[in-house]
């Protein structure tokens, strides 16, 4: 077995090692980073899903219904236009309901909660014709949830809570 070069030789293999941990770290961790900005940022996907329930009667028209959860606006990845872009496309689906499921601010904390869900305010250009629902979710409840839910209900949402 050898022994590990001592002295300034066998200092200068360390820190080369050492350097190029350090850039390959780097690199990695930026790749990530700027693949996850782009994903955030992205056209979100319209995934379309027929669903017969034997419980309606045959004859029965179908139901448009359009789902969006985890809006996290005030954050890079959600400002207002995007919300609003998002908010023509579900309008262009033609729903008969929009139901909005929850986490609507990012933030673990109230801090700035309230002035994050003013960004919410495009959602008052949802329409269908059975109505707009929401529930709070899980950030709702650890930022501030009586500004998020004030919010909602300002741009039309009817926010249930334990109700139907």
């Given at each position: 077995m050898?022994?590990?070069?001592e002295?300034p030789?066998?200092?200068?293999?360390?820190?080369?090692?050492?350097?190029?941990?350090?850039?390959?770290?780097?690199?990695?961790?930026?790749?990530?980073?700027?693949?996850g900005?782009?994903?955030?940022?992205?056209v979100?996907?319209?995934r379309?899903?027929?669903?017969?329930?034997?419980?309606?009667?045959?004859?029965?028209?179908?139901?448009?219904?359009?789902?969006?959860?985890?809006?996290?606006?005030?954050?890079?990845?959600?400002?207002?236009e995007?919300?609003?872009?998002?908010?023509?496309?579900?309008?262009?689906?033609?729903?008969?309901?929009?139901?909005?499921a929850?986490?609507f601010?990012?933030?673990?904390?109230q801090?700035?909660?309230?002035?994050?869900?003013?960004?919410?305010?495009?959602?008052?250009?949802?329409?269908?014709?059975?109505g707009?629902f929401a529930?709070?979710?899980?950030?709702?409840?650890?930022?501030?949830?009586?500004?998020?839910?004030?919010?909602?209900?300002?741009?039309?949402?009817?926010?249930?809570?334990?109700?139907?």
């Open positions: 050898s022994k590990p070069e002295g030789a066998g200092d200068n293999c360390v820190k080369r090692r050492l350097s190029a941990f350090s850039f390959i770290f780097g690199a990695a961790t930026l790749t990530a980073g700027c693949v900005v782009q994903n955030a940022t992205s979100p996907i319209a379309f899903a027929s669903i017969d329930l034997e419980q309606l009667p045959s004859r029965s028209p179908p139901i448009r219904i359009a789902l969006l959860s985890d809006l996290h606006v005030g954050n890079i990845g959600m400002r207002r995007r919300l609003s872009s998002i908010v023509k496309t579900v309008n262009a689906a033609k729903p008969d309901i929009v139901l909005l929850g986490d601010v990012t933030g673990e904390s801090e700035g909660a309230a002035e994050k869900s003013t960004d919410l305010a495009p959602l008052r250009g949802l329409r269908a014709a059975s707009v529930v709070l979710g899980n950030h709702d409840h650890w930022t501030d949830r009586h500004a998020i839910q004030a919010r909602l209900e300002r741009a039309g949402v009817n926010v249930l809570e334990n109700e139907a």
